[in-house]
């Protein structure tokens, strides 16, 4: 059974401090990882996914198999960051995604 | 707006009550999915249509949910009599995949709120 776990239901940090959304996965083989963003009274959007390797907004994610982490990160918090983060996985010969419970990021002026 | 759409937006209704809703996907699509999400959970896949194929269902469907895309456009969720455990935000989300396709996007429409009085 495949399984995304995001630890944290909130966080909040300060405007310019650095930003790890945190994500782990359970897949026996190789999915590909998605972080998705939620801002307020918007629709879900794709923020990046693994396999692009791409910097969006200023966020990034390294798929580490060996923890089989998919950790979002950014330097330099913005206040237009703040938005409901999920992490999702989609199984190798797949085509569902499976999210994990979100991550609400707060970012404080 | 060329987006994925859903309607209603709202859905407020009475236990025991059937439900109908639409999911218009974005032109030319070929992919259409349903999820649902629950309160302080991500949203969770409910069933996948290629074209007007209905490909995969989840446990999560029951026999009181049917979905259909019948041209391979526009599709519908209905739930028929209706508990208050179906009280969730229904999802719908599109994405093309073709010969020569090597990544996929699945893009996400508002949903419908569903509450169940």
């Known amino acids: 059974a495949q399984r995304v776990t995001q630890p944290e239901k909130l966080l909040s940090v300060f405007k310019g401090a650095p930003v790890e959304l945190k994500c782990n996965y359970s897949y026996s083989g190789s999915p590909e990882l998605f972080w998705y963003v939620q801002y307020s009274r918007q629709r879900l959007q794709l923020l990046l996914r693994h396999i692009s390797r791409e910097s969006i907004k200023g966020f990034t994610a390294d798929l580490n198999k060996g923890e089989t982490s998919f950790h979002l990160k950014k330097p330099f918090a913005q206040e237009e960051d703040s938005a409901m983060y999920y992490c999702a996985l989609m199984g190798a010969g797949s085509y569902q995604l499976t999210f994990g419970k979100g991550t609400k990021l707060s970012v404080i002026p | 707006d060329t987006g994925v759409s859903q309607d209603p937006r709202h859905k407020i209704t009475k236990r025991g009550q059937n439900v109908t809703f639409r999911c218009d996907p974005i032109?030319?699509?070929?992919?259409l999915y349903w999820y649902r999400q629950t309160l302080g959970q991500g949203p969770e896949f409910l069933t996948y249509?290629?074209?007007?194929?209905?490909l995969e269902k989840s446990r999560l469907l029951s026999d009181r949910f049917s979905a259909e895309r019948p041209k391979g456009s526009f599709s519908t969720l209905e739930i028929q009599r209706t508990e208050q455990g179906d009280s969730a935000m229904y999802l719908c989300a599109s994405s093309f995949w073709g010969q020569g396709s090597y990544q996929e996007t699945q893009y996400f429409g508002p949903g419908t709120r569903l509450l169940v009085l």
């Open positions: 032109s030319e699509h070929n992919r």
């Open positions: 249509f290629q074209n007007e194929a209905q």
